[in-house]
């Protein structure tokens, strides 16, 4: 009864589609139009993408430190590594471009070398005050000397800040106002305001300015995401084009698809304007994707409208027939493939979630767009050209067919051999995955910026913001004697670990409190004794309010501190490492009834990020396949086909995690995406050669052998060309200069390449050799869903 059901629904959605074609395409075009004026509502992301959950533990600590510190990542820093910045000229030209900088409405403040001040004592009134380094403009090359010989040797509070006395590397600092760090506002600044005062400044003074920063970083990353969205576009519909026409040496066809494709990623576009979701480096790859994998679904229906029209020669009918007996299996098949990515709407990830729920969206919308705009458009059309005709005597690809024929015939045991094999090699190579947690791993290594973050790493020990937040649980408790030299245990050990820069905290103002009071003494830059601490802690409450040097560091009711490190760029085992290095000293020494003390800031939030995607990895993709399998089981009512049906595609999916282990790539958020959405897609190879087969083993009387070799040649040749497009499609993303996307492309072509050989060899392969337990009367007679419907008529007429 419901086979019946199911075909009857699919001929009274033929009628609907072919007699009301001007109602649905004028639907169509006033859908796209809606779409179009989403596209305003689009934005595009600010920040890093948060990979952790809103309430998750991390995230939390995080943001308790950002409510009591506000925004960490608002500083851009300038920087200068050349012997001749320290001539008179170029030195006041530094200092001044420091200083035009202060008069923006974005910046709160700056601090180059201009700015620094000593910290000097007043033994008349007993207090501490502030005199700048350079009073006014340099005018000699002897005051530059004695400025290099007071901040390279006397003052070693401000080492590694704003200079390295080693390299005599010069920064700026830069600090933009919190509350437009995540807004379009620092978009602007950036782009329009640094960068075209950098370069002239750059072109002034032939000097190479080095910027950096969390501000710049994000925006220039930003901004190449969104560059690479339109050249994505561009280039998957350039190769899915032209494979498409040499397919079917047909410029009409070709040119219908690809007014279905186009159309197909305005309502992405649309999708995303109209639920508000910022435009981040996952869901970027979105229009692409529909591309990708909107042209297998118009290789399908127009294959099929050529085959039809070539057997009888009626236009309509042949049409009909189009939605008929392919619309199921093209339904059946984007529903998997959506399924692959709308498990990621079940973790916990908000990243993730809006990745999944648009790009299922927007494949089940390129379906119905195939279904309706094909059949549609091709009744205003001529009959195809007997030379559009060609391709489907399939000449050039039999031999391909021919040889799958004969290794499933003969060869069954080297498959299995083979598969064996792989399956071994992929398990070892599995073992030697190692997890990124890294912020920039993922971006561009060609581009300026990326050059200008490895210059500060190892100029300055890095750009990512590690923070330790010091809870004394009681008011002004962070300026007790006790609690300062604990925090400088702690930042002892941060000095001895090569991978973290010089801490600043409260620690190094105490420290250069002290050696103010001895007169600037550098040899005395250390922490005071308790007796030292009461002289120089009257001298601090009688200084000016100028004095405000603890802002940064403590909080307002002097109950909490920060300490501040940068860190390099370094895989998730180190940073485990550190962690774990920085969590037993505070366990040493913070007692935990006297202080709470957490480790935070992006660096950690990213890495702990990686960590948990890669527990979602594992939950999506057993959802994928859960959900597939059930769907199976529903279609074949078979638990025995099921299993025939996952060994084929959980195979490639083995052989890829080994390949990313011997190949030394990583699991990061853009790799942990290949295993979904791959399994996603190659199921549906599975899913069209099972109900072929099952088509012919009621029609060859149940004849095994027989039923296998001609499914095997009439779906061999479908499963090739979209495999095909689907490789190439994917290979687009290779182009890419994020290194993620890069593996993400060539990872899942890999991917589906293994797939259609092991859906073409060896799951022919295994229902021939268990015929007798699953490819019988029993488990295949009568399908719950009927994919591929019987023809009622004679196909010669």
Same mark, same amino acid.
């Given at each position: 009864?419901?086979?019946?059901?199911?075909?009857?629904?699919?001929?009274?959605?033929?009628?609907?589609?072919?007699?009301?074609?001007?109602?649905?395409?004028?639907?169509?075009?006033?859908?796209?139009?809606?779409?179009?004026?989403?596209?305003?509502?689009?934005?595009?992301?600010?920040?890093?993408?948060?990979?952790?959950?809103?309430?998750?533990?991390?995230?939390?600590?995080?943001?308790?430190?950002?409510?009591?510190?506000?925004?960490?990542?608002?500083?851009?820093?300038?920087?200068?590594?050349?012997?001749?910045?320290?001539?008179?000229?170029?030195?006041?030209?530094?200092?001044?471009?420091?200083?035009?900088?202060?008069?923006?409405?974005?910046?709160?403040?700056?601090?180059?070398?201009?700015?620094?001040?000593?910290?000097?004592?007043?033994?008349?009134?007993?207090?501490?005050?502030?005199?700048?380094?350079?009073?006014?403009?340099?005018?000699?090359?002897?005051?530059?000397?004695?400025?290099?010989?007071?901040?390279?040797?006397?003052?070693?509070?401000?080492?590694?800040?704003?200079?390295?006395?080693?390299?005599? %590397?010069?920064? +700026? &600092?830069?600090?933009?106002?919190?509350? #437009? *760090?995540?807004?379009?506002?620092?978009?602007? $600044?950036? =782009?329009?305001?640094?960068?075209?005062?950098?370069?002239?400044?750059?072109?002034?003074?032939?000097?190479?300015?080095?910027?950096?920063?969390?501000?710049?970083?994000?925006?220039?990353?930003?901004?190449?995401?969104?560059?690479?969205?339109?050249?994505?576009?561009?280039?998957?519909?350039?190769?899915?084009?032209?494979?498409?026409?040499?397919?079917?040496?047909?410029?009409?066809?070709?040119?219908?698809?690809?007014?279905?494709?186009?159309?197909?990623?305005?309502?992405?576009?649309?999708?995303?304007?109209?639920?508000?979701?910022?435009? %981040?480096?996952? +869901? &970027?790859?979105?229009?692409?994707?529909? #591309? *990708?994998?909107?042209?297998?679904?118009?290789? $399908?229906? =127009?294959?099929?409208?050529?085959?039809?029209?070539?057997?009888?020669?009626?236009?309509?009918?042949?049409?009909?027939?189009?939605?008929?007996?392919?619309?199921?299996?093209?339904?059946?098949?984007?529903?998997?493939?959506?399924?692959?990515?709308?498990?990621?709407?079940?973790?916990?990830?908000?990243?993730?979630?809006?990745?999944?729920?648009?790009?299922?969206?927007?494949?089940?919308?390129?379906?119905?767009?195939?279904?309706?705009?094909?059949?549609?458009?091709?009744?205003?059309?001529?009959?195809?050209?007997?030379?559009?005709?060609?391709?489907?005597?399939?000449?050039?690809?039999?031999?391909?067919?021919?040889?799958?024929?004969?290794?499933?015939?003969?060869?069954? =045991?080297?498959?299995?051999?083979?598969?064996?094999?792989?399956?071994?090699?992929?398990?070892?190579?599995?073992?030697?995955?190692?997890?990124?947690?890294?912020?920039?791993?993922?971006?561009?290594?060609?581009?300026?910026?990326?050059?200008?973050?490895?210059?500060?790493?190892?100029?300055?020990?890095?750009?990512?913001?590690?923070?330790?937040?010091?809870?004394?649980?009681?008011?002004?408790?962070?300026?007790?004697?006790?609690?300062?030299?604990?925090?400088?245990?702690?930042?002892?050990?941060?000095?001895?670990?090569?991978?973290?820069?010089?801490?600043?905290?409260?620690?190094?103002?105490?420290?250069?409190?002290?050696?103010?009071?001895?007169?600037?003494?550098?040899?005395?830059?250390?922490?005071?004794?308790?007796?030292?601490?009461?002289?120089?802690?009257?001298?601090?409450?009688?200084?000016?309010?100028?004095?405000?040097?603890?802002?940064?560091?403590?909080?307002?009711?002097?109950?909490?501190?920060?300490?501040?490190?940068?860190?390099?760029?370094?895989?998730?085992?180190?940073?485990?490492?550190?962690?774990?290095?920085?969590?037993?000293?505070?366990?040493?020494?913070?007692?935990?009834?006297?202080?709470?003390?957490?480790?935070?800031?992006?660096?950690?939030?990213?890495?702990?990020?990686?960590?948990?995607?890669?527990?979602?990895?594992?939950?999506?993709?057993?959802?994928?396949?859960?959900?597939?399998?059930?769907?199976?089981?529903?279609?074949?009512?078979?638990?025995?086909?099921?299993?025939?049906?996952?060994?084929?595609?959980?195979?490639?999916?083995?052989?890829?995690?080994?390949?990313?282990?011997?190949?030394?790539?990583?699991?990061?958020?853009?790799?942990?995406?290949?295993?979904?959405?791959?399994?996603?897609?190659?199921?549906?190879?599975?899913?069209?050669?099972?109900?072929?087969?099952?088509?012919?083993?009621?029609?060859?009387?149940?004849?095994?052998?027989?039923?296998?070799?001609?499914?095997?040649?009439?779906?061999?040749?479908?499963?090739?060309?979209?495999?095909?497009?689907?490789?190439?499609?994917?290979?687009?993303?290779?182009?890419?200069?994020?290194?993620?996307?890069?593996?993400?492309?060539?990872?899942?072509?890999?991917?589906?390449?293994?797939?259609?050989?092991?859906?073409?060899?060896?799951?022919?392969?295994?229902?021939?050799?268990?015929?007798?337990?699953?490819?019988?009367?029993?488990?295949?007679?009568?399908?719950?869903?009927?994919?591929?419907?019987?023809?009622?008529?004679?196909?010669?007429?």
């Amino acid at each position: 009864m419901f086979k019946l059901l199911t075909t009857g629904f699919w001929e009274t959605v033929a009628r609907l589609i072919l007699r009301n074609k001007i109602a649905i395409l004028i639907t169509v075009i006033l859908y796209t139009i809606f779409f179009s004026m989403q596209w305003k509502h689009m934005r595009f992301t600010y920040t890093e993408a948060n990979l952790l959950p809103d309430e998750h533990e991390v995230n939390l600590t995080y943001n308790n430190f950002l409510d009591i510190f506000g925004e960490e990542g608002n500083l851009i820093i300038l920087g200068v590594k050349d012997s001749t910045l320290f001539n008179v000229d170029k030195f006041n030209a530094w200092n001044q471009l420091s200083e035009d900088f202060k008069a923006y409405d974005e910046v709160e403040t700056v601090l180059s070398i201009k700015d620094l001040q000593k910290l000097v004592k007043n033994t008349k009134e007993e207090r501490f005050d502030l005199e700048p380094f350079i009073k006014d403009s340099i005018s000699s090359v002897k005051q530059i000397d004695k400025l290099q010989e007071e901040l390279f040797k006397k003052y070693p509070f401000y080492d590694n800040f704003l200079f390295n006395k080693d390299t005599k %590397t010069i920064r +700026t &600092a830069i600090y933009l106002k919190k509350e #437009i *760090v995540n807004t379009p506002l620092r978009k602007d $600044f950036v =782009i329009k305001t640094l960068k075209e005062k950098i370069d002239a400044f750059e072109v002034e003074t032939n000097l190479d300015v080095r910027i950096s920063g969390m501000p710049y970083i994000r925006t220039l990353n930003s901004q190449n995401i969104v560059d690479e969205i339109s050249l994505f576009i561009g280039a998957a519909l350039a190769v899915t084009s032209l494979i498409f026409f040499l397919f079917f040496r047909s410029f009409r066809a070709t040119f219908i698809s690809l007014i279905v494709v186009c159309i197909g990623v305005m309502w992405t576009f649309g999708i995303l304007g109209l639920l508000k979701y910022e435009i %981040t480096v996952l +869901t &970027a790859l979105i229009p692409p994707l529909i #591309i *990708v994998i909107g042209i297998p679904n118009c290789i $399908f229906l =127009i294959n099929k409208y050529q085959h039809e029209v070539r057997l009888h020669g009626n236009k309509v009918k042949s049409l009909q027939r189009v939605i008929t007996k392919v619309g199921n299996a093209t339904l059946m098949t984007n529903v998997t493939t959506a399924s692959g990515f709308a498990t990621f709407i079940l973790t916990e990830s908000q990243l993730l979630k809006e990745f999944g729920i648009v790009a299922s969206l927007s494949i089940l919308a390129i379906f119905i767009l195939c279904l309706l705009i094909i059949p549609i458009l091709y009744t205003f059309l001529p009959y195809p050209k007997p030379r559009h005709l060609e391709h489907l005597n399939k000449r050039w690809i039999n031999g391909f067919v021919d040889w799958m024929e004969r290794m499933v015939k003969h060869k069954k =045991i080297t498959i299995y051999v083979t598969a064996l094999i792989l399956l071994i090699a992929s398990l070892l190579g599995i073992n030697k995955i190692v997890i990124s947690g890294s912020l920039i791993e993922d971006m561009p290594k060609k581009t300026e910026f990326f050059n200008d973050i490895r210059f500060f790493e190892s100029e300055f020990n890095g750009i990512m913001p590690l923070e330790i937040m010091v809870d004394t649980k009681r008011k002004k408790g962070v300026m007790k004697l006790a609690t300062i030299k604990r925090m400088n245990e702690l930042e002892e050990l941060i000095d001895e670990i090569p991978e973290l820069s010089r801490p600043i905290s409260v620690v190094s103002l105490v420290k250069y409190a002290k050696q103010a009071y001895t007169n600037g003494n550098p040899k005395y830059y250390q922490l005071p004794t308790s007796q030292e601490n009461l002289f120089i802690s009257s001298y601090v409450k009688k200084s000016s309010s100028d004095l405000d040097l603890l802002k940064n560091f403590v909080d307002s009711t002097g109950q909490y501190a920060r300490i501040t490190t940068f860190m390099k760029d370094i895989g998730t085992d180190k940073m485990q490492r550190i962690e774990e290095d920085l969590q037993n000293k505070i366990n040493k020494v913070f007692p935990k009834e006297r202080y709470e003390v957490t480790i935070t800031g992006k660096a950690l939030v990213f890495q702990k990020g990686t960590k948990y995607l890669v527990r979602n990895l594992v939950i999506s993709l057993t959802l994928a396949i859960f959900l597939i399998s059930i769907f199976m089981a529903y279609m074949f009512r078979s638990v025995r086909m099921i299993v025939v049906s996952l060994i084929p595609n959980l195979l490639p999916l083995l052989v890829t995690a080994g390949m990313m282990g011997y190949l030394g790539v990583p699991i990061k958020p853009s790799t942990i995406l290949v295993f979904s959405i791959a399994f996603g897609i190659s199921v549906d190879d599975t899913i069209h050669f099972l109900a072929k087969y099952r088509q012919e083993l009621q029609a060859n009387h149940w004849k095994i052998r027989k039923s296998v070799y001609a499914a095997l040649r009439e779906t061999g040749v479908s499963m090739f060309y979209t495999s095909i497009v689907l490789f190439f499609g994917f290979s687009v993303f290779t182009i890419s200069s994020f290194g993620g996307t890069v593996a993400l492309g060539g990872l899942v072509s890999a991917t589906l390449l293994f797939a259609m050989l092991s859906n073409l060899l060896l799951l022919p392969s295994l229902l021939l050799s268990l015929e007798r337990s699953i490819a019988n009367k029993e488990v295949l007679k009568e399908p719950s869903i009927n994919i591929i419907p019987e023809d009622k008529t004679d196909e010669k007429e």
